[in-house]
């Protein structure tokens, strides 16, 4: 079946710091989302991305989706305490929307 | 706005007990999921409404029971319940599942302990 690997684990960086995170399958993905989840809350939706090769920005959050549909990217810049958290990225291998695949999550640490 | 809402927020519950976890979103969606997650692990898909009708049961034991009374409203039931059935449960709705765009929204959660 499809499985979603996510790089790194985990992560320690300083405030300040630039962050990058990536999701990888050996499946090929039509739809990919990244999520934030702090501590007993739910995900909150961050990015989507459609079409291979698309580059898409939310403030100081940028993703992409991977030019082989394998692959997906989310840079932070200047991170800040507030971004500490696990983020998920979700693919869907089909063109219909309801089977989302959940990668195992990044953990991310900000240390002032 | 992107509001999913779900009660209660937290859930003690025996095993010989019958309760049910409570969804809502007014974004006019026609999709609602439920979800179930460990600790430190992600989201696992239990269950999915589109327009009102039950299109997926990813082989979830029958104590847990779905309804979605109308396509704002996604409940679940929960009846004789296990120790390890202990989860974040959480909703999620999207605008539908057959054309994009396919983003889902999700609630708080509801942290449920069974005892």
């Known amino acids: 079946g499809q499985q979603l690997n996510q790089s790194p684990q985990s992560m320690f960086i300083q405030e300040g710091e630039d962050v990058s995170m990536n999701c990888t399958s050996s499946s090929i993905f039509n739809t990919w989302l990244w999520y934030k989840q702090d501590p007993g809350e739910g995900p909150v939706l961050l990015i989507a991305l459609y079409k291979a090769g698309e580059l898409t920005s939310n403030g100081r959050l940028t993703a992409q989706f991977g030019i082989t549909r394998k692959d997906s990217f989310l840079n932070i810049s200047a991170s800040i305490p507030s971004d500490v958290g696990i983020y998920f990225c979700?693919?869907?291998?089909?063109?219909?929307?309801?089977?989302?695949?959940f990668g195992p999550g990044t953990r991310l640490s900000v240390l002032p | 706005d992107t509001e999913v809402t779900q009660t209660p927020k937290h859930l003690v519950m025996g095993m010989t007990n019958k309760k049910s976890l409570k969804c809502e979103q007014h974004m006019g969606h026609r999709a609602m999921y439920w979800y179930k997650q460990k600790a430190k692990k992600p989201p696992e898909l239990m269950f999915v409404?589109?327009?009102?009708?039950?299109?997926i049961n990813e082989s979830v034991p029958s104590r847990f029971s779905p309804e979605c009374p109308n396509s704002s409203l996604l409940n679940l039931h929960l009846h004789a319940l296990q120790p390890e059935d202990s989860a974040l449960y959480l909703c999620?709705?999207?605008?539908?599942?057959?054309?994009?765009?396919?983003?889902?929204?999700f609630g708080p959660g509801t942290r449920l302990t069974v005892t």
């Open positions: 999620a709705s999207s605008q539908g599942v057959g054309t994009p765009p396919y983003e889902q929204y």
């Open positions: 409404y589109s327009y009102e009708k039950l299109s």
């Open positions: 979700a693919g869907l291998a089909g063109n219909y929307g309801q089977n989302f695949v």
